[in-house]
């Protein structure tokens, strides 16, 4: 009976149980308009990519305990010290220094609105996200970069106010345990697994 | 970088004149089931010694070393695929080398190709693109498009790149357009232009005649933008060849086109328009310093620059491209554009990137009719005709062929060879597309100078190739 693909790290190297690819036979493609000959072949695949977030992993492992993290340029020698970075970035591009990692959930309470938005009807295969989805732009104050999110709740508009909302309950440890609804949404109206 | 250093603003400089004398293409198309990607290359290679009226062989014995654009390996499950198509155009043991900067990938191989001729490395050499995205369906297609946005911050979005070009497009919407439905269908009438112009070219996948109100109509792909106002999925391939000037010479000796100048420069920016930070705008040639100081007030918004309504990667490509070539006002020195319209909102946004119009004001350059071969409202030739190949919301969007594409059609309009090349019989027949009984000849007529914008990503990666009949050049010194 097959498994999932699961991984985990030990001494510094990865451990992997499970089935990590599906076996599915070649098919041919032929033209039906020239007496079925042989034009190709089919390749199936199907296989499960090992990616570390290295430097970012406390980004990601934040989310699902309901915070928010950016980085900082603490870096004295840095013309730009002091810039704030969300998407949080590991290190400050102008000095390269390593950046201080800051929470910055209270910030994102207060301050986010969105910068822009769009509406997606289409996705790629693999999206798990309902749709339509609601992309948003988020800027911050005091934050020189701007965040690309999700809204769950409402119609997106320029200048919107809005608040984090975050996967509490079976976190994914991907971007989508972070999104979005307007200022002054209640609780309870907080799609399933998220909270503030 | 939000500062350049002096050393950073070094106009790029050509150890010697680079000249393209030929080019080429295959047909493009969604699918072509019936050949190989090698076979599209061939077909592409020896219409470029067609052109010449020499065979692949003798140009082949020409040729020093070979630059190959090929950007999603992931699409036909090949790596080293550059070594594949190497191979089968009879080109070992040359030197070679795969060169990948996603939409930009065909104007960054020319980019290479000239360079190694300017040094002095080769004296002939290859720059061959293609794309096969016909591999996997459509939705498994946008899928792998997006994986070139950032996997762990914006790829799961959707999994589709449309939605990253419909905030900008929302955005400029909103501060530039005013929020006016005039401007979405200014945004329209791109479309109707470029599958308009794709109906004369026996290359292009989507001619199309249609209207605004069709674009207005089409099925929303990501709001604002809709299914028309989108670049193609494509197929195909196209080359070219880059030389000296001795070589340039004698490889055009018997043909009814003379080589042309060629310059490439590039510039990039941020792979997620996340990462954008203020900065001030690097003004081109034909702006004054003091000419945005009121940007913020004439379009409350859009004072943040680039934000998300610029490519500052394009500004770069021209920034550095214009001061190689000469060029003071790109309206006035050239004549014809092959712009990269990934999506109607970034053809606008380009052009004031480019400073074919100034920042704030793209929109005008398609309402003054400036962008047509013949300006609608005056019936006179257009200003500076853009993407009468179709584009890549008309013609095609195999990615690594694309910038490559682009520059062999202007190209055909330097040369005065457009009518024959889109208007042969038999390589309608050839493609098995019908050609239109209003078949129109979209030469621009005295044609000397144009320039192909090549872009990737949101503009991560962006070439401006400008191209000049030796005769006309805008500084004799260049």
Not at chain 1, 148 to 170: A, H
Not at chain 2, 190 to 214: L, W
């Amino acid at each position: 009976m097959s498994m999932f693909g699961q991984v985990y790290v030990s001494n510094g190297k990865y451990r992997l149980k499970g089935d990590f690819h599906h076996m599915t036979p070649n098919i041919p493609i032929r033209n039906a308009e020239d007496g079925w000959k042989l034009m190709g072949v089919t390749n199936p695949r199907s296989m499960t990519y090992i990616h570390t977030y290295g430097g970012e992993a406390p980004f990601f492992e934040a989310l699902g305990k309901g915070k928010l993290l950016g980085t900082r340029c603490d870096n004295e020698g840095c013309e730009y010290k002091g810039s704030v970075y969300q998407p949080f970035r590991i290190h400050c591009p102008d000095c390269l220094g390593r950046n201080t990692i800051i929470d910055m959930t209270a910030t994102a309470k207060k301050t986010a609105k969105v910068h822009t938005f769009m509406v997606c009807e289409r996705s790629g295969a693999f999206n798990i996200l309902d749709k339509p989805i609601k992309f948003i732009n988020i800027e911050f104050e005091g934050v020189d970069t701007i965040l690309m999110s999700y809204l769950s709740l409402g119609d997106p508009e320029i200048g919107m106010k809005v608040v984090p909302i975050f996967r509490k309950q079976n976190p994914t440890y991907t971007i989508l345990d972070l999104s979005w609804v307007p200022e002054g949404t209640p609780e309870k109206d907080l799609p399933e697994n998220f909270g503030f | 970088m939000i500062k350049f250093s002096q050393q950073q603003l070094k106009v790029p400089k050509l150890m010697r004149p680079v000249y393209l004398v030929t080019a080429g293409q295959s047909k493009f198309d969604r699918a072509i089931p019936e050949k190989r990607t090698e076979e599209l290359c061939v077909d592409a290679f020896t219409m470029a010694s067609g052109m010449l009226n020499i065979s692949a062989a003798e140009l082949k014995s020409h040729i020093h070393s070979c630059y190959y654009g090929h950007f999603a390996d992931h699409f036909g499950d090949q790596l080293l695929g550059e070594a594949v198509i190497h191979d089968r155009l009879g080109l070992d043991p040359l030197g070679n080398i795969g060169v990948k900067t996603g939409g930009a990938t065909g104007g960054s191989t020319l980019w290479e190709a000239v360079k190694a001729v300017a040094s002095g490395y080769s004296d002939c050499v290859l720059a061959m693109g293609w794309e096969r995205m016909d591999e996997v369906p459509t939705d498994e297609g946008n899928f792998l498009i997006s994986c070139a946005a950032d996997k762990d911050w914006e790829s799961p979005l959707g999994h589709i790149y449309t939605g990253y070009y419909a905030v900008m497009a929302q955005r400029y919407w909103q501060i530039f357009g005013k929020a006016e439905e005039s401007f979405r269908r200014t945004l329209a009438e791109i479309s109707v232009k470029n599958h308009g112009y794709a109906r004369m070219n026996p290359f292009a996948q989507s001619p199309m005649s249609i209207t605004v109100e069709d674009v207005l109509k089409s099925p929303v792909v990501a709001y604002p933008l809709r299914a028309l106002d989108c670049c193609l999925m494509s197929v195909g391939a196209a080359c070219a060849i880059i030389c000296d000037e001795e070589t340039a010479v004698k490889l055009c000796k018997d043909a009814p086109h003379k080589p042309l100048r060629i310059w490439v420069a590039a510039g990039s920016h941020t792979l997620r328009p996340a990462d954008r930070r203020n900065m001030e705008i690097p003004l081109l040639p034909n702006e004054k310093p003091d000419q945005y100081k009121n940007l913020g007030r004439e379009f409350p918004g859009g004072e943040r620059y680039p934000g998300f309504s610029g490519f500052l990667g394009a500004r770069m490509a021209a920034w550095y491209g214009y001061r190689m070539a000469g060029v003071t006002d790109p309206t006035e020195d050239l004549d014809l554009l092959e712009l990269h319209d990934a999506f109607t909102i970034s053809d606008v946004q380009t052009y004031e990137d480019i400073g074919v119009r100034p920042y704030g004001y793209g929109r005008d350059y398609v309402e003054s009719g400036d962008c047509y071969h013949t300006n609608p409202k005056t019936g006179k030739p257009g200003k500076l005709p853009s993407n009468i190949s179709g584009g890549l919301i008309g013609c095609m969007h195999a990615v690594g062929a694309t910038g490559i594409m682009q520059t062999f059609e202007v190209a055909t309009h330097i040369w005065n060879r457009w009518a024959e090349i889109h208007g042969d019989e038999k390589r309608w027949k050839e493609f098995n597309r019908k050609k239109p009984a209003d078949w129109k000849d979209l030469q621009v007529k005295g044609a000397r100078r144009g320039m192909a914008i090549s872009h990737a990503g949101v503009g991560s990666h962006v070439t401006s190739t400008i191209l000049m009949d030796p005769d006309h050049l805008i500084k004799k010194e260049m």
